[in-house]
């Protein structure tokens, strides 16, 4: 079968094409490669940011201290931006009052792409975090989570968010992202600085206090005969 012509001047024409294309398209690629990287992240498609308050923690941290308690071994994050002059902190979780910070380094904030192009197509929705540009000081990006929608009366009451004179209640796949841990029985301490936040209410109750945690006894009664231990 003869050679098809197509493939002597196709070998020809790559060899040209690799030698005196290469660098320009090489060049070409780069400024393509930067013109997208700008449009992406320099006020484009998304805002590099990092988070420099706390006012958002624990879902979004600024610049922290990762702590861990050394009496509960509980680990958890301090606000770096507010610390008392005595660079000594208080353990959440047992009281401990004596974790000393001073030879403990910083966390920067946290970094976070922000995408500016959803809000372009529908409303941001409540419980939503979001990020817009304040007034006061000008220009300055704030990070919020959305509760008020507009025209709507906000309340909070006894620590509820009212909306127009109604409860409302997050439901549980928007509670779960937003919930924080106030209490891990896990990193109980042997000698508390705090009352213990768990505790019977009565002498007879029905919570039962075990070495890691607490159990819900059907029937107290036959719960203590039977033992615990
Ligand atoms: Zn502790």
């Not at 409540?126 to 990020?131: A, G, I, Y």
């Not at 006061?136 to 990006?141: F, G, N, V």
């Not at 008020?148 to 209640?169: F, R, S």
Request: hydrophobic share 40%.
């Amino acid at each position: 079968m003869p050679d098809a012509p197509v493939c002597r001047y196709g070998r020809n024409m790559a060899i040209r094409i690799t030698i005196t294309q290469k660098i320009l398209l090489l060049i070409l690629a780069s400024v393509l490669l930067l013109c997208l990287a700008a449009s992406v992240l320099v006020e484009g498609l998304l805002i590099p940011i990092r988070v420099v308050g706390a006012s958002m923690a624990e879902a979004f941290l600024g610049p922290h201290y990762r702590v861990a308690c050394p009496q509960c071994r509980y680990r958890f994050a301090v606000d770096a931006t507010l610390l008392p002059p005595s660079q000594k902190i208080g353990c959440p979780n047992c009281g401990n009052r004596n974790i000393d910070l001073e030879n403990a380094s910083v966390q920067l904030g946290e970094r976070l792409l922000v995408d500016r192009w959803t809000y372009r197509f529908r409303d941001p929705e409540r419980w939503e975090p979001v990020l817009f540009r304040s007034a006061d000081p000008p220009l300055d990006y704030c990070l919020k989570r959305v509760v008020g929608l507009p025209h709507e009366k906000v309340q909070i009451v006894a620590g509820d968010v009212w909306i127009n004179g109604q409860c409302v209640k997050k439901d549980w796949s928007t509670l779960w992202p937003m919930a924080i841990l106030i209490h891990d029985a896990s990193f109980d301490a042997p000698n508390r600085d705090i009352p213990p936040r768990w505790r019977p209410v009565t002498q007879v109750d029905r919570w039962e206090q075990r070495e890691h945690g607490f159990r819900f006894s059907r029937n107290p009664s036959t719960e203590a005969s039977e033992g615990t231990g």
